[in-house]
C-alpha cells in the first residue's frame, strides 16, 4: 500500500496524481530543468511534458525502423530525484511503451514511468531491483522521496534499483479520473445496505463514464502489470530482475513469480499479500485489537477490547454528534457501522492505531469528535472511484471458498465486514473482468523469496506469509516485532534494512526475528 495515514480500500483513495492535473495538487511534485538542462524535481506540467516529448524522441531517434510488437531498448535520461529530506539524488528516468494488453502486441500501448537508482556499491552481478509499491494505485517513485528512502539507499549500494509508477499510476500513463461521487448525508449515520447502494451507484456511473471514454479496463489487472515486468526486463536486455514489493505490490511480486519465474533472481515481500488474499479475514481485525489491548494499558488504556464494545453497542441504540478536530469542527453524526469502518481502518497502520485508544475512551464519555473524525476520513473515501486500483481488485477477486470464510468470520466479527466494505459486493453483477481460479490457485515455486511481516499489522497480516511460505522450496521468513503496515516495518530497526540488501545481494539473513518499538498511544488531544 501507499503512504497515505487512511485507507478504505485501494480502489477509494485519492490519486497521487494525474497526468491532467495541476501537479500541486499532487503529493509528488513535478519537474523542471536546471541550468544545465538535466531534469530537476519541481512544479509544473509543462516541465512533464517537455520530458516526455524529449524521451519520446530519443526513443525514436535510437530505433526508427522498430516494429510495434518488438520490444524497443529503453532509453534513459540523467534526473535529479528532489527528496522531501534527504536531498537531491542523482538518478535516471525512462518511459516504457508496453502493450495496453500483452495477447495484442501490435494493439495499443500504455507508457510506464521508470526511474534508475544507480547502484553506489556491489560488484554488478546481482540482478537490478524492481521496487513495486502497494495500493494497488500506489507510486514507487513516491515511496522513495520521503522517509523510507534510506531503506531504497541501502539497498542500491549492492545493485541497482528501479522504481516503477505501475500501468495507470502516478507518472505512468493515468484513465481519466472519474466525476461521478456519492456525497453522504454529514446529519445521517452512515447504514451499511443503504451506503452499500450509493457507492454501487456511483461505481454504475463510473463505469459508464469510462466507457464513453475509451478506457479498456480489463487492461488493468495484476496479470497484465507481471506481463509488464517481464516486458521491462527484456526492454533492459536483462538476464534476470529481482522484486521487491509491499502490500498490494507482494501480490503483483507473486503473480510475477508465477508467470515468470525463470526471469527472476530473488523476491522480497513486505506485509504478504497472496494470490487470493484481496479480501481480508475479518477475524484478523479482531485479533489485532485483543494485542493492541494489551500493549494499551502501558499507556493507561486498560480495556480497549471493552471500550470498543461499549461504544458500538451505544451507537447501535443512539447515534451520537461530534464536531471533527480534524476538519474545522464540521459536526457528523455517527452509528454503529461509522464506528466499526472507523475503528478497521485505524488498525492498519501505527499512525492510526496510537489515537484509536484515545477515540474510544472519549467516545465511551459521550464525546465522538475524534471517532467522528475517522467516520469523515472514511466516508470520504468511500464517495469515490479510480479506474486502475477498482479494475485490479475485482479482477484479482476471491474464490467462493475465500469468500464464504470472510463472510463467515464477518458474522463473528465485532467490526462485521467493515474490514472490507465495500468489496465484494459491490461489484457483483457488474460484468467487470475476473482472473479466475488460476490466478488465485495456491503457489509452488523455487524462486528464493524473502517474507516480511509485522506483528501489529492490520492490512496483511503475518498469518498470510505463514500461509505463503510452504509453498517455496527457497523461502526465508523475517518476523518484525511490534510493527504495523507502516513506517516502521521499515525503518524502525536498521536490521531491516540490512537484511532486504543481504538477502537480495544473495547474503543469508542476520535474524529471522527483529524488534522495533512498541507504539505510544496518544493519551490526550494535544498531542495529536
Not at 507481471?226 to 509491499?246: C, H, N, Q
Request: net charge neutral; charged share 20%; with cysteine.
Amino acid at each position: 500500500m501507499s503512504n497515505n495515514t487512511l485507507s478504505v480500500s485501494s480502489a477509494r483513495r485519492p490519486c497521487l496524481q494525474s497526468l491532467a492535473a495541476p501537479s500541486n495538487a499532487s503529493l509528488v511534485a513535478g519537474h523542471q530543468r536546471d541550468a544545465g538542462g538535466v531534469l530537476v524535481s519541481g512544479k509544473g506540467k509543462l516541465g512533464r511534458s517537455c520530458r516526455l516529448l524529449a524521451l519520446c524522441l530519443a526513443l525514436a531517434c535510437a530505433s526508427p525502423a522498430l516494429a510495434k510488437d518488438s520490444v524497443a531498448p529503453l532509453v534513459f535520461a540523467p534526473y535529479a530525484m528532489q527528496t522531501k529530506n534527504n536531498g537531491t539524488i542523482a538518478t535516471e528516468e525512462a518511459f516504457l511503451e508496453v502493450p495496453r494488453r500483452h495477447s495484442e502486441p501490435n494493439g495499443p500501448r500504455i507508457r510506464l514511468r521508470v526511474v534508475r537508482l544507480p547502484a553506489t556499491g556491489g560488484d554488478g552481478r546481482n540482478a537490478p531491483v524492481v521496487y513495486l509499491a502497494g495500493g494497488p494505485g500506489g507510486s514507487g517513485f513516491g515511496t522513495a522521496l520521503g522517509p523510507r528512502w534510506p531503506v531504497f539507499d541501502r539497498v542500491r549500494r549492492e545493485t541497482d534499483v528501479l522504481l516503477l509508477d505501475q500501468r495507470g499510476t502516478d507518472f505512468s500513463e493515468m484513465p481519466p479520473e472519474c466525476p461521478h461521487e456519492h456525497k453522504f448525508d454529514d446529519a445521517q449515520p452512515l447504514q451499511r445496505d443503504a451506503a452499500l447502494v450509493a457507492v454501487k451507484a456511483s461505481l454504475v456511473s463510473c463505469l459508464a463514464f469510462w466507457k464513453d471514454a475509451g478506457v479498456d479496463l480489463g487492461a488493468y489487472t495484476t496479470a497484465e502489470s507481471a506481463d509488464d515486468i517481464e516486458y521491462l526486463r527484456k526492454a533492459m536486455a536483462l538476464p534476470k530482475l529481482s522484486l521487491w514489493g509491499m502490500s498490494y505490490g507482494t501480490h503483483l511480486a507473486l503473480a510475477t513469480v508465477r508467470r515468470h519465474p525463470d526471469s527472476l533472481e530473488r523476491v522480497v515481500l513486505m506485509g504478504s499479500e497472496g494470490p487470493d488474499d484481496t479480501i481480508k479475514l475479518p477475524l484478523a481485525a479482531d485479533a489485532l485489537l485483543a494485542d493492541l489491548a494489551v500493549i494499551a494499558r502501558k499507556d493507561g488504556f486498560e480495556d480497549l477490547q471493552g471500550s470498543a464494545q461499549r461504544v458500538l453497542a451505544k451507537l447501535r441504540q443512539q447515534p451520537g454528534q461530534g464536531s471533527s478536530p480534524m476538519h474545522d469542527g464540521r459536526k457528523v453524526t455517527i452509528g454503529e457501522f461509522d464506528a466499526q469502518m472507523a475503528i478497521a481502518i485505524a488498525l492498519g497502520r501505527r499512525s492510526t492505531q496510537r489515537m484509536l485508544p484515545l477515540a474510544l475512551r472519549e467516545a465511551e464519555a459521550g464525546n465522538y469528535d475524534l471517532l467522528g473524525a475517522i467516520a469523515l476520513m472514511v466516508r470520504e473515501g468511500l464517495g469515490g472511484w479510480r479506474a486502475m486500483p477498482t479494475a485490479m481488485d475485482v479482477a484479482s477477486g476471491q474464490s467462493p471458498q475465500r469468500r464464504a470464510l470472510a463472510a463467515a468470520q464477518a458474522r463473528q466479527s465485532l467490526l462485521g465486514d467493515a474490514l472490507n466494505f465495500p468489496f465484494p459486493d459491490v461489484a457483483d453483477g457488474l460484468g467487470m473482468l475476473d482472473l479466475g481460479e488460476a490466478f488465485r490457485a495456491p503457489m509452488r515455486s523455487d524462486v528464493p523469496v524473502l517474507f516480511i511481516s509485522g506483528t501489529l499489522d492490520g492490512r496483511t497480516p503475518h498469518a498470510n506469509a505463514q500461509a505463503l511460505l510452504p509453498g517455496f522450496s527457497h523461502g526465508k521468513e523475517l518476523l518484525v516485532r511490534s510493527a504495523s503496515h507502516d513506517n516502521e516495518m521499515w525503518v524502525g530497526n536498521p536490521a531491516i534494512a540490512d537484511n532486504i540488501a543481504g538477502f537480495l545481494a544473495g547474503r543469508g539473513l542476520s535474524a529471522d526475528v527483529l524488534d522495533v518499538p512498541l507504539p505510544v498511544f496518544v493519551t490526550d488531544r494535544a498531542k495529536l
